[in-house]
């Protein structure tokens, strides 16, 4: 009695197969070798968008880390925002737990009472 019933299921599936033969040699030829498609070849908008950017050595939604600046008040450090404003978060020592939360408005220098850094909010272009 299995056996007939696998016997059975067997035969469907291989209808099955035949019937959407085009359609499987298609998705599987979607990869470049013809194995598993690579993160760039599935990515599709904004993380197609982020991963060419990247490629390109841009970073145009402000994802990686900001580059070192003396952070003094004549040159604090620059935190780019979309908006009129960021919340931003200060941390004083390499190793530390804890984080000084605070919202950085546009047009306005703001220092960090514990460790004196400055930062200042500019204006930041998403890519067409």
């Not at 599935?42 to 050595?57: C, H, S, T, V, Y």
């Amino acid at each position: 009695m299995a056996s007939r019933l696998l016997r059975g299921t067997e035969a469907l599936a291989v209808q099955a197969l035949r019937a959407y033969g085009p359609a499987w040699a298609a998705a599987r030829s979607m990869a470049s070798g013809g194995g598993i498609p690579s993160d760039e070849e599935q990515a599709a908008g904004l993380e197609r968008e982020i991963m060419m950017a990247a490629r390109n050595d841009l970073d145009p939604y402000n994802m990686l880390a900001p580059k070192a600046a003396p952070e003094t008040k004549e040159e604090p450090d620059l935190v780019p925002s979309i908006t009129d404003k960021r919340i931003v978060g200060c941390i004083h020592e390499e190793d530390n737990s804890a984080v000084i939360w605070f919202w950085l408005h546009k047009g306005q220098t703001w220092c960090c009472a514990n460790c004196g850094t400055h930062y200042k909010l500019v204006p930041h272009q998403l890519s067409p």
